[in-house]
Nanobody, 114 residues
Framework: QVQLVESGGGLVQPGGSLRLSCAAS????????IDWYRQAPGKQREWVGY???????VYADSMKGRFTISGDNTKNTVFLQMSSLEPEDTAVYLC????????WGQGTQVTVSS
């Protein structure tokens, strides 16, 4: 089955860190790019960044310095490492691939709160 599955979300205190995973199955992600997006309640979906098939990562300006995207080809998985988290980072985080006509995961909830 072709799918993306996110994991690693949860509750974290302000200033903390979290690493999200996006596991691809049914296709080899290294042949495509993988984006990360986030969607907070009542807000539009926001692009976080992407990693290309050659491993190059590009970020939205507002995400630079705190978020890092990387990939592990052996696990067919892309990671989003987040640090210095703020309550404003609370959102559902989703990954997306340009495989086929576009493929989305179901999302993982990240809540930043004390």
């Amino acid at each position: 089955q072709v799918q993306l599955v996110e994991s690693g979300g949860g509750l974290v205190q302000p200033g903390g860190s979290l690493r999200l995973s996006c596991a691809a199955s049914g296709f080899t992600f290294e042949n495509y790019y993988i984006d990360w997006y986030r969607q907070a309640p009542g807000k539009q979906r926001e692009w976080v960044g992407y990693i290309s098939s050659n491993g190059r990562a590009v970020y939205a300006d507002s995400m630079k310095g705190r978020f890092t995207i990387s990939g592990d080809n052996t696990k067919n998985t892309v990671f989003l490492q987040m640090s210095s988290l703020e309550p404003e980072d609370t959102a559902v985080y989703l990954c997306h691939s340009n495989y086929g006509s576009g493929l989305w995961g179901q999302g993982t909830q990240v809540t930043v709160s004390s």
